[in-house]
Every structure is written in structure tokens, then in C-alpha cells.
């Protein structure tokens, strides 16, 4: 059986993020995982090795706010929420992925 491919493609995690925080507010870093690997209906999952990484650079970038909090199973976690820059990042992000989803559709139909 061959291995399904279900990584995050590179350039994708920082839209998955933001839009992540956008709609569902302060999240962990294992929520966020986990809500874009149900999301995607288990088409994607990010790995704890590329997230933490990119969740710094959104933060240095200033797109993210984190504060220490408690999870749900009552442990200490860095809680991760969209700002201000974020949201302008968020919207940046979604023309660029609009733009390069019709450029590669429109080379898929090409006839």
C-alpha cells in the first residue's frame, strides 16, 4: 500500500494558521494541529516540527500574540491569538493562495 501524502505544503502553514486563529480564537499549538488535520477531514496534518518553528516567525513577524495559559486537560501551554498585522497577513495570504489556486486550475483544464 502506498503512503498517503499529508503534509502541509510549504507556503501553506502560515494561511492554515491565521485562518485557524481567525475563526476559532486563542488556540494552543496542539489544537491548532488538530483542528486543521479534522478540518481537512484528515487530508492534512501538521507536524509538531514545522508548526512550533512557524508559530515563532508569526509571532517575531508580529502576527501573533501568545500568553501563557492552561489546556483543557489542565496543562501549561502558550496560547496563540491573531492580531491586528495578523489579520492583514490573513487577508494577504488568501488573495495569494486564490491567485495561485486559478493559475494552477486553469493550467489543469488547458486543452
Known sequence: MSRRRNDVLQGTLALLVLKTLAS??????YAITTHIQRASADLLRVEEGSLYPAL?????AGWLRAEWGVTEKNRQARFYTLTAAGREQLAAEQ????????GVGRVLSYA
Open 56 to 60: 515563532h516567525r508569526m509571532e517575531q
Open 24 to 29: 476559532r480564537g486563542p488556540m494552543h499549538g
Open 95 to 102: 488573495e495569494s493562495w486564490a491567485r495561485l489556486s486559478e
